[in-house]
């Protein structure tokens, strides 16, 4: 679906609460995007982010997927008969994934880095002027948010 970038903050007063063990002890495992064209896709995500294609599953008439992966992290890209993408009317937001966003020890390097790949990247600055994070959109227009580590 086409994302937008949302800045939106809030300032709650939390109340200090205890420390309580998580039984779920949850860990990051993979997010899935549904494209329509699976492999100009999949040589973007390789070509501009870094990603290598770790298998390709069900390759059928009517499914295809390839894992998409890199170290600590994994994407899915899923191509489906009849899928479609939701249009939305510009700065309103449609429930789902907003973006997905990595994280690079130098913005200033990965700026240039993506501008020379072809992308639509997008610095914000903050009042100093200085890169605070970037923006771009893969080529069906899904975004990605790159921050500082």
Known sequence: MPLGLAVAAAFITLQ?????????????????????????EAAWYERVLGFKRSQRLSDRD???MYQMTMPGYRLDLVWQKGSSRQHRAQGAFK?????IVFQTPNLVAAYKYLQTQGTDVKPNRGTDGGITHLSLHDPEGNEIGIAPQ
């Not at 200090?16 to 100009?40: G, I, M, W, Y």
């Not at 429930?95 to 973006?99: N, V």
């Open 16 to 40: 200090p609460c205890r420390a309580q063990s998580n039984p779920l002890q949850l860990s990051f495992h993979h997010v899935t995007a549904s494209v329509a064209d699976l492999e100009k």
């Open 62 to 64: 009517d499914f295809a």
């Open 95 to 99: 429930q789902g994934w907003l973006h």
